[in-house]
């Protein structure tokens, strides 16, 4: 199992930002598309953000289209989330994940298809 780290997470008021990191050990990122969920309290986890490996394509839930932002370093071996214009809707503990090899990200990610997660950090959008 590949280790993921998140880490970025708070407190931020209403309007704010935020840009969360995930951090990958023992294992080339490069080769891994990467992708963002988030779960709130009593809810399901969803899928927020992807990024593919090969192309850099990436996907976004419609909740956060036009304001969060992936990406990717692959000489620091981390994807980021940047999070802009946060509503207390936003709140959640957020988590990175990978898939096997080879996965493509489509138009709506889901928990299923990826098998490594990092432990998650929480988001909490109040004022």
């Known amino acids: 199992q590949l280790q993921l780290v998140e880490s970025g997470g708070g407190l931020v008021q209403p309007g704010g930002s935020l840009r969360l990191s995930c951090a990958a050990s023992g294992f080339t990122l490069d080769y891994y598309a990467i992708g963002w969920f988030r779960q709130a309290p009593g809810k399901e986890r969803e899928g927020v953000s992807c990024i593919s490996s090969s192309d850099g394509y990436t996907s976004y839930a419609d909740s956060v289209k036009g304001r969060f932002t992936i990406s990717r370093d692959n000489a620091k071996n981390t994807v980021y989330l940047q999070m802009n214009s946060l509503k207390p809707e936003d709140t959640a503990v957020y988590y990175c994940?990978?898939?096997?090899?080879?996965?493509?990200?489509?138009?709506?990610?889901?928990?299923?298809?990826?098998?490594?997660w990092g432990q998650g950090t929480q988001v909490t959008v109040s004022s």
């Open positions: 994940a990978a898939p096997p090899l080879g996965y493509y990200c489509s138009d709506y990610v889901t928990a299923a298809d990826f098998d490594s």
